[in-house]
C-alpha cells in the first residue's frame, strides 16, 4: 500500500468532485481548488451514459441520480420535418448487457457530487484561479494561484480543470459550430417522449434536440434540455435578427417545437456552449496527471465526454491504490484509459461533421443510406455500444462489471 499521499485535485467539475471522493475513500488528503467563490455548475443537460453510471454506482450515487434525472431508453432523429428517420439508437439492443442513459441538468449532477463532497469534509479553496504548477527536485509539485499565491507542496497535482485548463499547453482546435442550450420546463402535452432524446436536422448545419432531465435538486417541476446548433461566426447574426425571427426557423423545422419556445421569452434564457476537439499527448508528467476535458475534450455529439471525466477519476484511484509509487500508478492510470479516450476521440471526430458541419454530401448518405441500413442488425448492436461508451471494453481494466448496469435496475 502506498502511503497516505498528500493531493490537489485543480477543478470542481464532474472529474474534480468524482475524483476527490474517490482519492478521499482511499485515506489521502484532498484538497479541491476552483476558480469560483462558491462551486457552481456550468451549463444545462448532459447524458449519463452506462459506463458514467458504473462508476457512480461506485460512489453510492446511482440511485440518487436516477430518482432525480430521467431514464432515457432510446435516441432518436428525424431528417427535417420529412419524417425520415436517420437516427434511432435503442439501449435494449445491446441484449443481456443493455442498460439506459440518464439525462440531467449539470447542476444535478455536481449538487449530487458535491454534497459527498462537503458530508466527507473534503477541503474546497474557492476564488483561487490556477495559472500553473512548479515541479520541485523531490518530484513533488506546487499548485501556482492568481495573484502570485503559490499553494503545496503536493505529492499529486490533478489536473481536472477542463477544456482551457492552465495546467497544460493549448493544443486541438476550437470547431466551427457549438449550440444554444436552454432548460425549460417539460412541456406536459408537447408531443415529445420522456424516454427518448430526440433530434430533427436539416443537412448538417442544423440540428435541434430535446432531452428529458429529470428534477431539479429541490424542484418539483421537469425538466427538459433544449439545444440548437449554430456557427460560432453567425451567433452575431442571428442576435441581431432578434427572438422571433430564429423561434420561426425552428418551428419551421419542428412545428412540436412551439410549446418550448413560448417559454423562451429572453435570449439570456439561453446560453452559448463552444466545443474544442483536442486531446494531450501526454496526459501525465512528474506529480500530475490529466483528466476528463483537461486530458481529452470533443463535440458532445457522442454525448461522453462527463462519462469519460468519471471514468478517468476511477481509473487514477484504481492505480494509486495497485501501484507501489505515484509515477508508477500515473503509467497505470493512463494506460488503463489511453485506448478507450483515444478511440472515442477518433469516433467524434468522424461523426461530428456527419451531424454539425457545412457539407452536404455528409449529411445526404446520412438520410438516404446510413439511416435506413442502422436500423438493420448488427448495426443497432454497434451503435447501442458506441453511444453507451462500451466500445473498447472500457469497464473491463477498471473491474467495472457490465452486470451493474442491468436494463432491470
Ligand atoms: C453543451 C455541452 C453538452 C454536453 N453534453 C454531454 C453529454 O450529454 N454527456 C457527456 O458525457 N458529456 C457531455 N458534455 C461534456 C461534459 O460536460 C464534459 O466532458 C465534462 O463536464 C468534463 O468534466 P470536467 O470535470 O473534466 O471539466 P469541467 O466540467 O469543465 O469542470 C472544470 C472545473 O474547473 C474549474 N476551472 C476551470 N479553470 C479553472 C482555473 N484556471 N482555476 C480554477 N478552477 C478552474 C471550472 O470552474 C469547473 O468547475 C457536454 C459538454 C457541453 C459543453
Not at 457549438?178 to 415529445?192: C, E, H, N, V, Y
Request: proline content about 5%; overall charge positive; hydrophobic content about 45%.
Amino acid at each position: 500500500m502506498m502511503k497516505t499521499l498528500e493531493i490537489a485535485v485543480a477543478g470542481c467539475g464532474p472529474a474534480g468532485l468524482a475524483k476527490a471522493l474517490l482519492l478521499h475513500r482511499d485515506g489521502h488528503r484532498v484538497t479541491l481548488f476552483e476558480r469560483f467563490d462558491a462551486p457552481r455548475p456550468v451549463g444545462s443537460g448532459l447524458m449519463i451514459q452506462p459506463t458514467g453510471f458504473a462508476v457512480l454506482q461506485q460512489l453510492g450515487l446511482a440511485d440518487t441520480l436516477l430518482a432525480l434525472g430521467a431514464r432515457v431508453d432510446r435516441l432518436h432523429g428525424e431528417a427535417g420535418s420529412s419524417g425520415r428517420i436517420v437516427l434511432d439508437v435503442r439501449y435494449r439492443a445491446l441484449g443481456k448487457k443493455a442498460g439506459f442513459g440518464v439525462g440531467v441538468h449539470r447542476a444535478t449532477l455536481f449538487t449530487i457530487l458535491l454534497e459527498r463532497v462537503v458530508a466527507a469534509g473534503i477541503a474546497i479553496e474557492t476564488g483561487c484561479l490556477v495559472t500553473g504548477s512548479e515541479s520541485l527536485s523531490d518530484g513533488r509539485r506546487r499548485l501556482l494561484i492568481e495573484g502570485e499565491r503559490s499553494v503545496g507542496p503536493f505529492d499529486l497535482v490533478v489536473d481536472a480543470l477542463g477544456t482551457r485548463t492552465q495546467l497544460a499547453p493549448p493544443c486541438g482546435r476550437e470547431l466551427a459550430y457549438g449550440a444554444l442550450w436552454g432548460t425549460l420546463d417539460w412541456p406536459d402535452d408537447g408531443g415529445f417522449d420522456r424516454a427518448a432524446l430526440e433530434q430533427r436536422y436539416r443537412q448538417a448545419s442544423v440540428m435541434a434536440g430535446v432531452l428529458p432531465l429529470g428534477r431539479l435538486p429541490g424542484g418539483t417541476r421537469e425538466q427538459a434540455a433544449f439545444f440548437w446548433s449554430l456557427r460560432t461566426d453567425r451567433l452575431e447574426d442571428r442576435r441581431a435578427a432578434g427572438l422571433d425571427a430564429w423561434k420561426a426557423q425552428v418551428v419551421d423545422l419542428w412545428p412540436a417545437m412551439r410549446a418550448l419556445l413560448d417559454e423562451i421569452v429572453s435570449p439570456d434564457q439561453l446560453t452559448f456552449a463552444r466545443y474544442a476537439h483536442r486531446t494531450l499527448r501526454t496526459p501525465a508528467k512528474r506529480g500530475m496527471i490529466h483528466v476528463g476535458d483537461a486530458w481529452h475534450s470533443a463535440s458532445p455529439q457522442l454525448g461522453q465526454g462527463g462519462n469519460m471525466a468519471l471514468l478517468d477519476a476511477y481509473a487514477l484511484a484504481m492505480a494509486l491504490r495497485m501501484a507501489p509509487d505515484v509515477p508508477s500508478a500515473l503509467a497505470l492510470a493512463v494506460g488503463m484509459r489511453q485506448r478507450h479516450v483515444e478511440l472515442y476521440q477518433f469516433l467524434t471526430a468522424l461523426f461530428t461533421p456527419v451531424y454539425q458541419s457545412d457539407g452536404l454530401l455528409l449529411p445526404f448518405i446520412r438520410d438516404r443510406l446510413v439511416g435506413p441500413m442502422s436500423k438493420l442488425w448488427p448495426a443497432t448492436r454497434i451503435q447501442a455500444a458506441m453511444v453507451s461508451g462500451l466500445i473498447g471494453n472500457p469497464l473491463r481494466p477498471l473491474g467495472l462489471a457490465e452486470s451493474t448496469i442491468s436494463h432491470e435496475h
